[in-house]
T-cell receptor, first 116, second 112 residues
Framework: DVKVTQSSRYLVKRTGEKVFLECVQD?????MFWYRQDPGLGLRLIYF???????EKGDIPEGYSVSREKKERFSLILESASTNQTSMYLC???????????????FGPGTRLTVT | TQLLEQSPQFLSIQEGENLTVYCNSS?????LQWYRQEPGEGPVLLVT?????EVKKLKRLTFQFGDARKDSSLHITAAQPGDTGLYLC????????????FGQGTILTVHP
C-alpha cells in the first residue's frame, strides 16, 4: 500500500514562530505537493516538487518555503507563522509521467495547524 | 489560472435518495478526477475520466466527463450513510507535472 505520512496530526504554534511540517512517501514518487485546505475553498496548492531539490510555486506560496533534499521527503516551512496560516495542511505525492490516468495523487492524513 | 466551480457546496439528504454533484469550468482539462475525503483523512481517488463524453460507473456512483472536457458530474443512486463525506473534483490542465486544480468541494451528509 502507498503510504504518505505527515509528522504531526495537530500542531499549535505562536505567531512569529518558525514551523516545519514534514512529509514522507514510500512509493518512490517523483512529484510531491503541499496544499492547504480551508472550508469552502477546496485544496489550494502552496508548492510542489517534481524532483529532488526542484520546486515550483503553486497558487498561494506567500509566507511559505519548501525543501526537498531526498526523494521521499518534502518539507513545508512557515518562516514566521501568522494567524492567517491556521489551516489544515495536506501533503500528496504522485508519479511524474505516464498516462493521464496515472496522475493519481496520494494524500497524507493532514496536519491541523493552529497559530495563536 | 484554471478554475473549477463545484456545486452544490452542501447536500443533506435521506438514505435512498439520488443526488448529483457538478463540476464546471470555462477551461478545457486533459482529464478530471474525483476524490472523496472522510473526516481526519486525506482525499482518496475515486475515478479519473479522460475522454470527452466518457462515463464511468463505480457501483452506485456514476461519473461523466463533458463532451468539451470542461465539466463533469458525479451521480449517486440510492445514497447510503456510508457515502457521507467531502467530494472533490480536480482537473489536470496541460501537463504541468500532474498538477491538479481542485474545486471547492461538496459536503454530503446522508441521514439514515
Amino acid at each position: 500500500d502507498v503510504k504518505v505520512t505527515q509528522s504531526s496530526r495537530y500542531l499549535v504554534k505562536r505567531t512569529g514562530e518558525k514551523v516545519f511540517l514534514e512529509c514522507v512517501q514510500d512509493m518512490d514518487h517523483e512529484n510531491m505537493f503541499w496544499y492547504r485546505q480551508d472550508p469552502g475553498l477546496g485544496l489550494r496548492l502552496i508548492y510542489f516538487s517534481y524532483d529532488v531539490k526542484m520546486k515550483e510555486k503553486g497558487d498561494i506560496p506567500e509566507g511559505y518555503s519548501v525543501s526537498r533534499e531526498k526523494k521521499e521527503r518534502f518539507s513545508l516551512i512557515l518562516e514566521s507563522a501568522s494567524t492567517n496560516q491556521t489551516s489544515m495542511y495536506l501533503c500528496a505525492s504522485s508519479y511524474a509521467s505516464g498516462s493521464l490516468s496515472s496522475y493519481e495523487q496520494y494524500f497524507g492524513p493532514g496536519t491541523r495547524l493552529t497559530v495563536t | 489560472t484554471q478554475l473549477l466551480e463545484q456545486s452544490p457546496q452542501f447536500l443533506s439528504i435521506q438514505e435512498g435518495e439520488n443526488l448529483t454533484v457538478y463540476c464546471n469550468s470555462s477551461s478545457v482539462f486533459s482529464s478530471l478526477q474525483w476524490y472523496r475525503q472522510e473526516p481526519g483523512e486525506g482525499p482518496v481517488l475515486l475515478v479519473t475520466v479522460v475522454t470527452g463524453g466518457e462515463v464511468k460507473k463505480l457501483k452506485r456512483l456514476t461519473f461523466q466527463f463533458g463532451d468539451a472536457r470542461k465539466d463533469s458530474s458525479l451521480h449517486i443512486t440510492a445514497a447510503q450513510p456510508g457515502d457521507t463525506g467531502l467530494y472533490l473534483c480536480a482537473g489536470i490542465g496541460g501537463t504541468s507535472y500532474g498538477k491538479l486544480t481542485f474545486g471547492q468541494g461538496t459536503i454530503l451528509t446522508v441521514h439514515p
